[in-house]
């Protein structure tokens, strides 16, 4: 469903497998854009990551699976990340790889230590994938 974001701490590998399902490693996807540093960015990170991840997205996609997501949590690229997954989530299906803790069912904690650096939803747009065994 659009406009919601799910989220599996178990990889979904049949849905990985389906045509038109993208899988997009976000980590890697900004390592190789940004390789020197995040000032490589430019002053508007959030434009910039928000091309280099739609840049990877074959047309006529309608799901995503995004993988290694915490990244988007560095402070050092001053992203807002829950918009940035909102904005995907308006044009295709959005499946989060998640496997750090979940709070209250809308915040997304990459670093326990740090609770600050996470990404929070709406109630209601963060949604846990049920998944079969």
Not at 42 to 70: C, M, W
Not at 98 to 125: C, H, M, S
């Amino acid at each position: 469903m659009r406009n919601r974001i799910e989220y599996t701490d178990r990889y979904p590998e049949e849905l990985a497998a389906r045509p038109g399902f993208v899988v997009l490693d976000v980590g890697s996807i900004l390592s190789a854009t940004y390789s020197e540093s995040p000032s490589d960015l430019s002053a508007d990170s959030y434009t910039a990551v928000s091309a280099a991840l739609r840049h990877q997205i074959p047309e006529g996609s309608k799901h995503l699976l995004l993988t290694n997501v915490g990244i988007l949590c560095e402070p050092e690229l001053h992203l807002n990340p829950s918009k940035l997954l909102l904005d995907l989530a308006l044009d295709f299906e959005v499946l989060l790889y998640w496997t750090f803790p979940v709070i209250n069912a809308k915040r997304l904690v990459w670093d326990t230590a740090a609770p600050q650096y996470g990404i929070e939803f709406e109630p209601t747009i963060l949604q846990r994938m049920e998944q079969q065994n």
